[in-house]
Structure formats: structure tokens, C-alpha cells
T-cell receptor, first 111, second 115 residues
């Protein structure tokens, strides 16, 4: 099966940089995705890494190391509106396996 | 463009009652899925469908049925509600097969309480 580990909570100061780590175990690997979810809202897609390296989208970047089964989401210039839960997700086992989500990291941005 | 629409937004059921959670998408997505979200448990896959007439079980399918008679609709049926099914239910769809990197588009969720 697949399993993902990410910290349950992270707190950071407005304007700072925060990194949310995700380690995964799968028998196959078909990419690591990140989703954001505000309280009471629906998850929304942030980024995808299919290959090793860094993907940048504005203030958000996501990194993948397939050899280490590890990835992270980097949020820069934190804003209060970034307070949300962040989920990493993988597909594994075979190419025909739906997305499996981690339990999420709750980010609190404080002034 | 409405995206993924879920109804109802809130529902309270008594133990043993049945109901159907509705999900419709207008993006012509082939892949649709149902997740439940419980505190500290993340999103767990209940059932999914890769196209009309095709459904399969996810991680936590017991107590739920699905069907996919059209591309647009993917209802989730609770056969006999139990308090353990109290949760927030999300429907999601994607352009691709569901087995590629196409992002999932989520509905706004149905908050279900079973007493």
C-alpha cells in the first residue's frame, strides 16, 4: 500500500518562510502533489512534482527527491491568508491507482 | 462554469436511515471520486469512477454504494446510516484518467451528521 507522513501542525510568523515536509512509501511512484484547504473549504490543487527538483509557482515552491522518497512544500513571504491545512498526495503501486492523501499539516501564520 | 456541485451542503440523519449525496460536474471530466474527511485522518477515498458505467472501491467503501450512469453525475448512497459515517464528504473530478497528474477539482463538501 501507500503511506505518507507529514507534520500535523506548523506555526510560522507573517513574512517568514516555512517548509512542510512529506515522506512517502509506495511500491511504485507516479508523482507527488500538494493541496491546500482553508477551514470549512474544499481542497484546492497547488502543485505537482513528477521528477526530481524544484517547481516554483509564485510564493509557493515544491521539491521532490525520488531517491529519498521525500518532498516538501515551501511557502515564502507568508501571509495570514496562508493559514490553512496542506496535504501531500501520491499515486503508487501501479499507474492505475487513485490519489492517496496524507493526513495534512495545519499551518498557522501569526503576526 | 459551476465546476463540481455537491448537494446538500448539510444533512442530519438518524441511525438506519438511507440517503443519497449528489455530485455533478460540468467540465466533461471522465474521472470522479468520493472522499470522506475526518479530523486528523486526512482525505480517505470511498469510491471512484474512470468513466460512465465504471466504478471501483477505494480505501473505505463499506456502507456506501455508487453508480455512474452519466459522465456528469456520481451520486453516493448511504444504505443504512451509522454514527461512524458522520463526516465531511467531498466529491472530486479530474480531466484525465485519475491516474495521471491532472489536478483534482473538489466540490464544496457535504457535512453529514448521523445521530
Amino acid at each position: 500500500g501507500q503511506s505518507l507522513e507529514q507534520p500535523s501542525e506548523v506555526t510560522a510568523v507573517e513574512g517568514a518562510i516555512v517548509q512542510i515536509n512529506c515522506t512517502y512509501q509506495t511500491s511504485g511512484f507516479y508523482g507527488l502533489s500538494w493541496y491546500q484547504q482553508h477551514d470549512g473549504g474544499a481542497p484546492t490543487f497547488l502543485s505537482y512534482n513528477g521528477l526530481d527538483g524544484l517547481e516554483e509557482t509564485g510564493r509557493f515552491s515544491s521539491f521532490l527527491s525520488r531517491s529519498d522518497s521525500y518532498g516538501y512544500l515551501l511557502l515564502q513571504e507568508l501571509q495570514m491568508k496562508d493559514s490553512a491545512s496542506y496535504f501531500c498526495a501520491v499515486r503508487g503501486q501501479t499507474g492505475n491507482t487513485p490519489l492517496v492523501f496524507g493526513k495534512g499539516t495545519r499551518l498557522s501564520v501569526i503576526a | 462554469n459551476a465546476g463540481v456541485t455537491q448537494t446538500p451542503k448539510f444533512q442530519v440523519l438518524k441511525t438506519g436511515q438511507s440517503m443519497t449525496l449528489q455530485c455533478a460536474q460540468d467540465m466533461n471530466h471522465e474521472y470522479m471520486s468520493w472522499y470522506r474527511q475526518d479530523p486528523g485522518m486526512g482525505l480517505r477515498l470511498i469510491h471512484y469512477s474512470v468513466g460512465a458505467g465504471i466504478t471501483d472501491q477505494g480505501e473505505v467503501p463499506n456502507g456506501y454504494n455508487v453508480s455512474r450512469s452519466t459522465t456528469e453525475d456520481f451520486p453516493l448512497r448511504l444504505l443504512s446510516a451509522a454514527p461512524s459515517q458522520t463526516s465531511v464528504y467531498f466529491c472530486a473530478s479530474s480531466y484525465g484518467s485519475g491516474f495521471d497528474n491532472s489536478p483534482l477539482h473538489f466540490g464544496n463538501g457535504t457535512r453529514l451528521t448521523v445521530t
